[in-house]
């Protein structure tokens, strides 16, 4: 991370209002994916009274962070169909034990769509990390954007277009090959593929 950015961070009355917690547990990893979209994780989460289904893809850490009108399997189905119309289906997915994705409905998803369902032990949900660490991210990012009057979605943006510590590139550049566009100014050569 370059110095201009962590200076910013560090004095981001926002980012110092919901710094990130110790980690609590450790958080199990799984099998790397070789490209994107070919592993996701799902988690449901809610924040101030609404449920909201998050996806992130393993390979990238790209993360989609839906609204759900209800927490049925029908209602997490159409939004993952979405998901999967975009980005290509999945040849994994991994979710905890909640009835939306243990039921029937969701199983015959599954076998249609033809992806591997995987659940997380019941009584370790630290074992489904991935989709638990993106969970906190987007609870963060809501609350960050809300609390500042700004639009989540942008700030959701934003995000994707950040690489992480660790990485070269943003969770867009992995998932599309370039970066997208934001109200950040930014030269058009960083548009292209």
Not at 46 to 73: G, H, Q, W
Not at 89 to 111: M, V
Not at 182 to 193: A, D, V
Request: net charge negative; charged share 25%.
């Amino acid at each position: 991370m370059n110095a201009d950015l962590k200076q910013f961070i560090a004095t981001c009355e926002m980012c110092n209002t919901y710094p990130n917690a110790q980690q609590k547990e450790f958080l199990m990893s799984r099998e790397l994916a070789d490209r994107p979209w070919q592993k996701v994780h799902e988690d449901l989460m809610t924040l101030k009274y609404l449920d909201y289904l998050v996806t992130v893809d393993y390979f990238s850490n790209l993360r989609e962070i839906d609204y759900l009108e209800n927490t049925e399997a029908a209602a997490v189905i159409r939004k993952l169909k979405a998901h999967f119309a975009r980005y290509g289906l999945p040849i994994s997915l991994i979710s905890d034990n909640g009835p939306q994705f243990t039921c029937e409905e969701f199983y015959d998803f599954a076998i249609k769509y033809d992806f591997e369902h995987t659940t997380s032990s019941a009584t370790y949900p630290q074992s489904n990390g991935m989709a638990e660490s993106a969970v906190k991210l987007a609870k963060t990012l809501i609350r960050k954007a809300v609390e500042s009057g700004k639009d989540p979605d942008l700030a959701n943006l934003e995000y994707r277009n950040t690489p992480a510590q660790d990485k070269e590139c943003s969770p867009a550049q992995y998932n599309l090959g370039r970066r997208t566009r934001t109200l950040l100014p930014m030269s058009s050569k960083l548009l292209q593929l």
